[in-house]
């Protein structure tokens, strides 16, 4: 089992989200100073700490996706899990943002802590951020079906600064034309 911990951000607790929680939350449970995210693997069974790898204070992980090895070579499992239905025969591959660029980083799922395999990464290229992701045997085209205007979800556009709502403006408009989107 592989997860993706945040770490400790002070400036990502707001006041209104404490205030939802009261006195529900100990603030002097807190760490001193802000922590790094971490890779972490786990055992299925009892959920024990296996492996840890400490990423950089001001990276953004996104969830790790489990890749087996060998997909499907066990008829008794899912097609997802491989011979190995614990996460460990594969690879854990995570996305991760940063103010420098975007990258993906590949670990071997049996040695999380050794840090990654292969790491691909782009200086300067930035995506949105990414809340989930998930491995696939094979991809296919989506079907063609209708889908919502991007246009059509502005209904809360007016909160906006008048400068940010022309660049959505802007951005509707270009995909209403079909005009093809560049990193």
Known sequence: ????????RPEAITQEMLALYGDR??????PSEETAPLVVSSSREDLSISAVWELGLDDFPTSPIFVPRDPGANPGFSRYAG??????????VVPIMNDAGFR?????????DRG???VLSSPGFTVPFVLHSAW?????PAADLARVRFADELGRIG??????????????????DGVPLTA
């Open 104 to 112: 993906v980083e590949v670990f071997d799922a049996a040695a999380v």
């Open 136 to 140: 696939m045997p094979r991809a296919v």
């Open 159 to 176: 909160e906006l600064d008048d400068d940010l709502q022309a660049v959505v403006h802007r951005v509707a408009a270009d995909l209403e």
């Open 1 to 8: 089992h592989h997860t993706v911990h945040q770490g400790w």
């Open 116 to 118: 990654p395999l292969a």
């Open 83 to 92: 011979s190995d239905p614990g996460g460990h025969d594969g690879w854990v």
């Open 25 to 30: 939350v100990e603030r002097s449970l807190w």
